[in-house]
C-alpha cells in the first residue's frame, strides 16, 4: 500500500531526501503550506461531537489566551508572518483527559479535564504558553517537513489519528490502522530538545503575561504525582510532554533566577488574584460538568453544593480556601442541577451564592449568564431579557447568551444589530453567524437568514455547505422576487465568486498534494 511505503521512508528524518521532486524538500514547511495542513484537520475537528464551543468557558480561555500571545509577539517569538498566516485560535475538547496540544497552523485544543483539573490561571497559562511556543518555534513545522514525502492530506491524517489515539487511549488501534500506530507517534512526538526550547521561551512568554511563574512549578508537580500515581491514559499531556528529570531541573533553576530578578510587575494584585481564584474554582467545576461525567456524578455535585452553608460570607480578597471551594461547589451544584433539569434546585443554590460574589465582577458576570441558562432551557424569558442593552454587550459569552435571551423575549431586531457589527470584526465566529442567521429568520428576512447560514458554514471551512446555502439564497430571490435585497443579493453573489473560487483552489491543491 502507498500510504505504508511513504510512511517508512519517512522514518528517516535528517536523511538525504534524493533527487525525487516533493514539495518541501529539506527545507522548512512554509508557513502557508503548514496552514492549509492545519485547516485540513480542522474541518475534521469542526464535526467531531466532542469538539465543544462553549462561550463561557471560550472567554475564559481566551483572557489567559491574548495576554500570552501579546508577550509572544512582544518579545519576537511571533512573527509578523506567522501571526498574520496562522489562525491562532483554541477550541475546547469535550474531554475529562488532562490535554493541551498544538496543531499545525496554529490551531490548538483544550480538553476540560486540564481546565477541571488546574488548581488556578497560572497553571493554565504554563501549559498554553509552552504549546504556543511549540508553534512560534516552528517544531510543528519541523515535524512535518520531516515528513516531507508525504501528501498533506495524509500527514492530516496521521495528526488526526494520533488525536483520537490521545484522547480515548481504548481507540488507539481503531483510530490508526494497525502498526502505523507506533510509526504515527514516534514521528510526531517532539524532541526531547524541542521540549526544552518549548520549557525556556513557554517560561518567558508566561511572565512577561503577567502569570505568575510559580505556575510552572505547581503544574509539573502535579505532573510527576500524577505519573506516579497511575497510567491510565487520563493524562496524555504527559505522554506527549514527558518529564525528564532534566527538564524538572531547568524549570526550577528557572524559577530562582525568576524570583531574584523578580522586579517584573504581576499582571494582579494579590486581591486581584483571589478573586480570580474564586472565578478559577467556578469554571473548573463547569469544565468538569461539561465534560459530561455522567447522572451520578452530577447528583453527587448537586448533593456537595447543598450540604455548604447555608449562606456564604461575603468574599472578599483574600478569600479563604474554604469560601473558594464553597463558591465552585454552587456554582458547580447549580449547574448540575440544571444538566438534571432541576431548574428550581439551581436557581435555589444560584441565589445562596449571588451576595457572596457581589464584590467579584467576573465571578458574579459568570452568575448572571448561568441564571439566563438556566431560564432558556426552562423555557423562561429570562427577566433581565427585557432591559439588556445589547449594545453594552462587548465579551463573546454576553453577545451570545444576552442575544439568546434576547430572541426570547422578541427582541430579535436589536440582537440582528449587534451581530452585525460583531460579525464583521469575527468573521470566523461560526456560532455568532448561526445566532444572527436565527434573528433574520424571526423578522422574516429569509435571504439574509440564509446568507448568515452560509457564512457560519464558511467559518468552519465546510465551503461545499457554504456555496450549497448561497445558491439557495439565489434561488430563493428569483422565486420570490418581493423578498429581492439589492444590497444583500449583491454581496451574496460576490460570496458565491469567492467560495467557488476557494473551492476550485482546493481541487486544484488536492491534485498537486497527490
Ligand atoms: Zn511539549
Same mark, same amino acid.
Given at each position: ?146 515528513? %516531507? ?18 484522547? %480515548? ?16 507517534? %514516534? ?328
Amino acid at each position: 500500500m502507498a500510504t505504508a511505503t511513504s510512511l517508512s521512508l519517512a522514518q528517516a528524518p535528517g536523511a538525504a531526501t534524493g533527487s525525487l521532486p516533493s514539495l518541501g524538500d529539506n527545507s522548512e514547511l512554509s508557513a502557508a503550506a503548514e496552514r492549509r495542513i492545519g485547516d485540513r484537520i480542522a474541518v475534521s475537528i469542526y464535526r467531531d461531537p466532542d469538539y465543544l464551543d462553549d462561550p463561557v468557558l471560550g472567554d475564559y480561555l481566551q483572557n489567559i489566551w491574548q495576554p500570552l500571545m501579546a508577550a509572544a509577539r512582544a518579545r519576537g517569538e511571533l512573527n509578523a508572518e506567522l501571526d498574520e498566516r496562522f489562525s491562532w485560535e483554541v477550541f475546547l475538547v469535550r474531554d475529562r483527559s488532562v490535554n493541551a496540544f498544538a496543531l499545525p497552523g496554529g490551531y490548538f485544543g483544550v480538553h476540560l479535564g486540564l481546565i477541571a483539573s488546574v488548581s488556578n490561571a497560572d497553571e493554565l497559562a504554563a501549559v498554553l504558553a509552552h504549546e504556543l511556543s511549540h508553534v512560534t518555534q516552528r517544531h510543528i513545522s519541523r515535524l512535518m517537513t520531516q515528513q %516531507n514525502r508525504q501528501a498533506p492530506w495524509m500527514i492530516a491524517a496521521m495528526v488526526l489519528g494520533a488525536l483520537a489515539a490521545s484522547k %480515548n487511549p481504548n481507540a488507539a488501534s481503531a483510530a490508526i490502522v494497525g502498526g502505523q500506530a507506533v510509526a504515527v507517534q %514516534n514521528q510526531l512526538n517532539f524532541s526531547r530538545d524541542m521540549e526544552r526550547e518549548a520549557d525556556r521561551v513557554g517560561f518567558g512568554v508566561m511572565t512577561d503575561a503577567g502569570f505568575a511563574s510559580r505556575g510552572v512549578a505547581s503544574m509539573f508537580e502535579k505532573l510527576q504525582q500524577a505519573s506516579q500515581l497511575n497510567d491510565n491514559g487520563s493524562f496524555p499531556y504527559l505522554r506527549s510532554h514527558p518529564l525528564t528529570t532534566e527538564r524538572i531541573a531547568e524549570a526550577q533553576s528557572r524559577l530562582q533566577l525568576d524570583a531574584k530578578a523578580s522586579a517584573k510587575p504581576s499582571r494582579q494584585s494579590e486581591s486581584e488574584a483571589g478573586k480570580a481564584r474564586v472565578l478559577h474554582a467556578m469554571m473548573a467545576l463547569r469544565a468538569r460538568i461539561l465534560a459530561g461525567p455522567g447522572v451520578d456524578a452530577l447528583r453527587s455535585m448537586v448533593a456537595e453544593a447543598q450540604r455548604r452553608p447555608a449562606s456564604l460570607p461575603l468574599l472578599q480578597s483574600p478569600a479563604t480556601a474554604a469560601n473558594i471551594r464553597d463558591a465552585g461547589a454552587l456554582y458547580g451544584g447549580a449547574l448540575a442541577a440544571t444538566q438534571l433539569r432541576d431548574f428550581a434546585g439551581a436557581r435555589t443554590l444560584l441565589a445562596r451564592l449571588k451576595p457572596a460574589v457581589a464584590e467579584i465582577p467576573t465571578a458574579s458576570h459568570a452568575l448572571g449568564l448561568l441564571s439566563i441558562e438556566i431560564d432558556l432551557l426552562a423555557g423562561v424569558v429570562p427577566p433581565s431579557a427585557s432591559s439588556f442593552d445589547m449594545a453594552k454587550a462587548t465579551a463573546r459569552a454576553d453577545v451570545l447568551t444576552q442575544g439568546r435571551a434576547l430572541m426570547a423575549a422578541q427582541r430579535a431586531r436589536e440582537v440582528s444589530g449587534r451581530l452585525q457589527t460583531w460579525v464583521a470584526s469575527h468573521p470566523k465566529d461560526a456560532a455568532a453567524w448561526q445566532l444572527l442567521a436565527a434573528a433574520y429568520g424571526n423578522q422574516n428576512q429569509t435571504v439574509r437568514s440564509i446568507r448568515a447560514e452560509a457564512e457560519s458554514r464558511a467559518a468552519q471551512l465546510d465551503y461545499a455547505a457554504a456555496l450549497d446555502r448561497l445558491k439557495a439564497a439565489q434561488a430563493f430571490m428569483r422565486s420570490n422576487p418581493a423578498s429581492a435585497d439589492y444590497v444583500e443579493g449583491s454581496i451574496i453573489d460576490t460570496r458565491t465568486r469567492q467560495i467557488e473560487l476557494v473551492l476550485k483552489e482546493q481541487a486544484l491543491q488536492d491534485k498537486v498534494d497527490r
